[in-house]
Protein backbone atom coordinates (compact mmCIF):
# COMPACT_ATOMS: atom_id res chain seq x y z
CA UNK A 1 0.00 0.00 0.00
CA UNK A 2 1.75 3.25 -1.21
CA UNK A 3 0.62 5.56 1.66
CA UNK A 4 2.21 9.08 0.62
CA UNK A 5 3.97 10.22 -2.43
CA UNK A 6 5.67 13.76 -3.26
CA UNK A 7 7.93 16.00 -5.11
CA UNK A 8 11.31 16.48 -3.38
CA UNK A 9 12.36 19.63 -5.40
CA UNK A 10 16.22 20.25 -6.01
CA UNK A 11 17.18 24.06 -7.22
CA UNK A 12 20.23 25.13 -8.69
CA UNK A 13 20.84 28.63 -9.95
CA UNK A 14 23.63 28.26 -12.63
CA UNK A 15 25.46 31.20 -13.77
CA UNK A 16 26.81 31.04 -17.85
CA UNK A 17 27.65 33.37 -20.45
CA UNK A 18 25.00 36.17 -21.03
CA UNK A 19 22.93 34.60 -19.11
CA UNK A 20 21.72 32.68 -16.06
CA UNK A 21 19.36 30.26 -15.64
CA UNK A 22 17.70 28.07 -12.48
CA UNK A 23 17.99 24.20 -12.60
CA UNK A 24 14.61 22.92 -11.33
CA UNK A 25 15.24 19.12 -10.35
CA UNK A 26 11.94 17.16 -9.37
CA UNK A 27 12.54 13.78 -8.12
CA UNK A 28 10.16 11.39 -6.12
CA UNK A 29 9.36 10.14 -2.90
CA UNK A 30 6.92 7.13 -1.74
CA UNK A 31 6.52 5.51 1.51
CA UNK A 32 5.05 1.57 1.12
CA UNK A 33 3.29 -0.05 3.85
CA UNK A 34 4.01 -3.36 3.72
CA UNK A 35 1.95 -6.35 5.19
CA UNK A 36 3.62 -6.54 8.40
CA UNK A 37 3.32 -2.90 8.98
CA UNK A 38 6.51 -1.83 7.93
CA UNK A 39 8.02 0.60 5.67
CA UNK A 40 10.04 0.96 2.79
CA UNK A 41 11.07 4.70 1.07
CA UNK A 42 11.16 4.31 -2.09
CA UNK A 43 13.09 7.36 -4.41
CA UNK A 44 12.65 7.69 -8.04
CA UNK A 45 15.34 9.57 -10.14
CA UNK A 46 14.66 10.97 -13.51
CA UNK A 47 17.86 11.86 -15.97
CA UNK A 48 17.02 13.25 -19.17
CA UNK A 49 20.80 13.11 -20.63
CA UNK A 50 23.92 12.50 -19.55
CA UNK A 51 26.60 14.69 -17.70
CA UNK A 52 30.01 13.47 -15.96
CA UNK A 53 28.79 14.64 -12.71
CA UNK A 54 25.62 12.10 -12.22
CA UNK A 55 26.92 9.90 -10.42
CA UNK A 56 28.50 12.03 -7.54
CA UNK A 57 24.72 13.72 -7.62
CA UNK A 58 23.15 10.71 -7.16
CA UNK A 59 25.06 9.27 -4.88
CA UNK A 60 24.65 12.63 -2.71
CA UNK A 61 20.94 12.59 -3.07
CA UNK A 62 21.14 8.80 -1.57
CA UNK A 63 22.74 9.97 0.98
CA UNK A 64 20.87 12.69 1.72
CA UNK A 65 17.67 10.20 1.42
CA UNK A 66 19.22 7.99 4.32
CA UNK A 67 19.81 11.30 6.28
CA UNK A 68 16.76 13.23 6.29
CA UNK A 69 14.51 13.05 9.67
CA UNK A 70 11.48 12.66 7.56
CA UNK A 71 12.37 9.31 6.34
CA UNK A 72 11.47 7.30 9.29
CA UNK A 73 8.61 5.94 11.31
CA UNK A 74 7.41 5.35 14.63
CA UNK A 75 5.94 1.73 16.19
CA UNK A 76 5.32 0.70 19.62
CA UNK A 77 7.32 -1.63 21.16
CA UNK A 78 6.73 -3.10 24.92
CA UNK A 79 4.46 0.47 25.39
CA UNK A 80 7.11 2.49 24.11
CA UNK A 81 8.06 4.58 20.94
CA UNK A 82 10.90 3.99 18.88
CA UNK A 83 11.94 5.16 15.96
CA UNK A 84 12.64 2.75 13.12
CA UNK A 85 14.27 3.73 9.67
CA UNK A 86 12.66 2.73 6.43
CA UNK A 87 14.50 0.10 3.65
CA UNK A 88 15.41 2.27 1.18
CA UNK A 89 14.64 1.39 -2.33
CA UNK A 90 16.27 3.77 -5.24
CA UNK A 91 14.50 3.41 -8.96
CA UNK A 92 16.58 5.67 -11.74
CA UNK A 93 14.85 6.32 -14.80
CA UNK A 94 17.43 7.24 -17.95
CA UNK A 95 17.32 8.85 -20.84
CA UNK A 96 20.30 7.51 -22.59
CA UNK A 97 21.70 3.75 -22.08
CA UNK A 98 24.86 2.50 -19.82
CA UNK A 99 27.61 1.32 -21.29
CA UNK A 100 27.72 -2.52 -21.40
CA UNK A 101 23.95 -3.55 -19.91
CA UNK A 102 21.03 -3.81 -22.17
CA UNK A 103 18.17 -4.69 -20.59
CA UNK A 104 15.58 -2.22 -20.62
CA UNK A 105 14.78 -2.93 -16.84
CA UNK A 106 17.57 -4.02 -14.35
CA UNK A 107 16.89 -5.41 -11.01
CA UNK A 108 20.10 -4.98 -8.01
CA UNK A 109 19.07 -6.90 -5.21
CA UNK A 110 20.99 -7.51 -2.00
CA UNK A 111 21.22 -10.89 -0.91
CA UNK A 112 23.38 -11.84 2.48
CA UNK A 113 26.06 -14.56 2.49
CA UNK A 114 27.60 -16.60 5.32
CA UNK A 115 31.34 -15.72 4.58
CA UNK A 116 32.40 -18.96 4.99
CA UNK A 117 30.76 -21.61 3.96
CA UNK A 118 28.82 -19.65 1.07
CA UNK A 119 25.77 -20.50 1.81
CA UNK A 120 22.84 -17.84 1.60
CA UNK A 121 21.21 -16.46 4.77
CA UNK A 122 17.70 -16.83 5.14
CA UNK A 123 15.88 -13.59 7.48
CA UNK A 124 16.37 -9.94 7.11
CA UNK A 125 18.26 -7.53 10.18
CA UNK A 126 17.07 -4.11 10.83
CA UNK A 127 20.71 -3.26 10.81
CA UNK A 128 21.21 -4.67 7.32
CA UNK A 129 17.94 -3.50 6.25
CA UNK A 130 18.25 -0.13 7.59
CA UNK A 131 21.97 0.68 5.69
CA UNK A 132 21.58 -1.14 2.45
CA UNK A 133 19.42 -0.69 -0.22
CA UNK A 134 17.86 -2.44 -3.59
CA UNK A 135 17.79 -0.24 -6.99
CA UNK A 136 16.12 -0.71 -10.12
CA UNK A 137 17.31 1.21 -13.21
CA UNK A 138 14.84 1.67 -16.21
CA UNK A 139 16.95 2.69 -19.09
CA UNK A 140 14.27 4.07 -21.77
CA UNK A 141 16.49 3.32 -24.97
CA UNK A 142 16.65 0.09 -24.25
CA UNK A 143 12.70 -0.55 -23.87
CA UNK A 144 11.51 -3.31 -26.22
CA UNK A 145 9.20 -2.89 -29.07
CA UNK A 146 6.98 -6.48 -27.98
CA UNK A 147 6.59 -6.21 -24.43
CA UNK A 148 7.26 -9.30 -22.66
CA UNK A 149 6.02 -8.37 -19.12
CA UNK A 150 3.01 -6.22 -17.70
CA UNK A 151 5.95 -3.98 -16.48
CA UNK A 152 7.33 -3.32 -19.99
CA UNK A 153 3.97 -2.31 -21.30
CA UNK A 154 3.35 0.66 -18.49
CA UNK A 155 6.69 1.44 -19.16
CA UNK A 156 5.91 1.55 -23.22
CA UNK A 157 4.70 4.60 -22.93
CA UNK A 158 7.79 6.25 -22.18
CA UNK A 159 8.78 4.80 -26.10
CA UNK A 160 11.08 6.89 -27.72
CA UNK A 161 9.94 5.05 -30.78
CA UNK A 162 6.63 6.14 -30.37
CA UNK A 163 7.86 10.17 -31.10
CA UNK A 164 5.63 11.94 -33.61
CA UNK A 165 7.29 13.60 -36.32
CA UNK A 166 6.31 17.16 -35.95
CA UNK A 167 7.25 17.08 -31.81
CA UNK A 168 9.20 15.25 -30.33
CA UNK A 169 7.87 15.85 -27.09
CA UNK A 170 4.85 13.83 -27.56
CA UNK A 171 4.43 10.24 -28.18
CA UNK A 172 1.83 8.23 -30.26
CA UNK A 173 0.14 6.26 -27.73
CA UNK A 174 -2.58 3.69 -28.36
CA UNK A 175 -4.79 4.36 -24.55
CA UNK A 176 -6.77 0.91 -25.62
CA UNK A 177 -4.21 -0.84 -25.71
CA UNK A 178 -3.53 -0.61 -22.20
CA UNK A 179 -4.93 -2.32 -18.92
CA UNK A 180 -7.87 -0.92 -17.07
CA UNK A 181 -6.02 -0.02 -14.10
CA UNK A 182 -3.52 2.44 -16.12
CA UNK A 183 -5.93 4.26 -18.11
CA UNK A 184 -5.94 6.84 -15.15
CA UNK A 185 -2.03 7.57 -15.84
CA UNK A 186 -2.35 7.06 -19.43
CA UNK A 187 -5.21 10.07 -19.18
CA UNK A 188 -3.12 12.12 -17.09
CA UNK A 189 -0.48 12.23 -19.73
CA UNK A 190 -2.68 13.13 -22.52
CA UNK A 191 -3.73 16.21 -20.23
CA UNK A 192 0.27 17.20 -19.46
CA UNK A 193 1.23 17.24 -23.30
CA UNK A 194 -2.47 19.72 -23.42
CA UNK A 195 -1.48 22.07 -21.29
CA UNK A 196 0.79 25.10 -22.64
CA UNK A 197 2.53 25.70 -19.37
CA UNK A 198 3.80 22.02 -19.47
CA UNK A 199 4.68 22.10 -23.17
CA UNK A 200 6.73 25.85 -22.41
CA UNK A 201 8.54 24.17 -19.96
CA UNK A 202 9.72 21.29 -22.03
CA UNK A 203 11.06 23.73 -24.62
CA UNK A 204 12.96 25.24 -22.16
CA UNK A 205 14.76 22.39 -20.32
CA UNK A 206 15.73 21.72 -24.36
CA UNK A 207 17.19 24.67 -24.43
CA UNK A 208 18.88 23.86 -20.98
CA UNK A 209 20.49 20.74 -22.10
CA UNK A 210 22.14 22.03 -25.42
CA UNK A 211 23.28 24.55 -23.39
CA UNK A 212 24.89 21.81 -21.24
CA UNK A 213 25.92 20.05 -23.74
CA UNK A 214 27.63 22.93 -25.45
CA UNK A 215 29.20 23.69 -22.65
CA UNK A 216 30.27 20.34 -21.80
CA UNK A 217 32.50 20.25 -25.27
CA UNK A 218 34.04 23.46 -24.31
CA UNK A 219 34.97 21.97 -20.94
CA UNK A 220 36.30 18.69 -22.74
CA UNK A 221 38.38 21.32 -25.35
CA UNK A 222 39.96 23.30 -22.70
CA UNK A 223 40.82 20.17 -20.77
CA UNK A 224 42.65 18.85 -23.91
CA UNK A 225 44.19 22.08 -24.79
CA UNK A 226 45.33 21.95 -20.68
CA UNK A 227 46.35 18.04 -21.00
CA UNK A 228 48.54 19.02 -24.39
CA UNK A 229 50.23 22.23 -22.37
CA UNK A 230 50.75 19.86 -19.24
CA UNK A 231 52.71 17.36 -21.44
CA UNK A 232 54.70 20.06 -22.89
CA UNK A 233 55.68 21.73 -19.42
CA UNK A 234 56.52 18.09 -18.75
CA UNK A 235 59.12 17.79 -21.04
CA UNK A 236 60.45 21.01 -20.87
CA UNK A 237 60.76 20.34 -16.96
CA UNK A 238 62.52 16.70 -18.22
CA UNK A 239 65.05 18.97 -20.29
CA UNK A 240 65.74 21.74 -17.81
CA UNK A 241 65.98 18.56 -15.26
CA UNK A 242 68.76 16.92 -17.87
CA UNK A 243 70.73 20.32 -17.95
CA UNK A 244 70.98 20.94 -14.50
CA UNK A 245 72.53 17.40 -14.66
CA UNK A 246 74.47 17.98 -16.76
CA UNK A 247 75.83 21.00 -15.53
CA UNK A 248 76.12 19.24 -12.49
CA UNK A 249 78.70 17.10 -13.83
CA UNK A 250 80.26 19.88 -15.50
CA UNK A 251 80.75 21.31 -12.16
CA UNK A 252 82.19 18.40 -11.02
CA UNK A 253 84.78 18.15 -13.63
CA UNK A 254 86.24 21.14 -13.50
CA UNK A 255 86.23 21.00 -9.43
CA UNK A 256 88.40 17.50 -10.47
CA UNK A 257 90.37 19.96 -12.58
CA UNK A 258 91.18 22.74 -10.48
CA UNK A 259 91.99 19.87 -7.77
CA UNK A 260 94.33 18.61 -10.69
CA UNK A 261 96.09 21.83 -11.65
CA UNK A 262 96.42 22.42 -7.49
CA UNK A 263 98.32 19.38 -7.75
CA UNK A 264 100.58 19.93 -10.26
CA UNK A 265 100.94 23.54 -8.96
CA UNK A 266 102.52 21.85 -5.58
CA UNK A 267 104.87 19.55 -7.20
CA UNK A 268 106.27 21.98 -9.45
CA UNK A 269 107.02 24.26 -6.28
CA UNK A 270 108.75 21.66 -4.64
CA UNK A 271 111.21 20.69 -7.16
CA UNK A 272 111.84 24.33 -8.05
CA UNK A 273 112.71 24.73 -3.81
CA UNK A 274 114.68 21.64 -4.70
CA UNK A 275 117.00 23.77 -7.28
Excluded: W
Excluded at 56 to 79: H, I, P, S
Excluded at 104 to 111: A, D, G, K, S, T
Aim: with cysteine; charged share 35%.
Amino acid sequence: EVTEISPLPQEKTIPMEQRRFTVYRLDYSARIRGPDGGYEQVIIEIQKAKFPADIMRFRRYLGNQYQRKENTFTVRVDGKEQEKHPHIVAIYFLGYPLDRLQAPVIQVVRQCYDITTGDRLAGSEEFIESLTHDAFIIQIPALREECKTELEQLLSLFDQRRVTPNDEHILEVDETAYLEKYQPLVRLLHRAISNEDIRDVMDVEDEILRDFENLERHIDHQEEIIEKQGKTLGERNKTIKEQGKALEEQGKALGEKDKTIGELRRQLQQLQARD
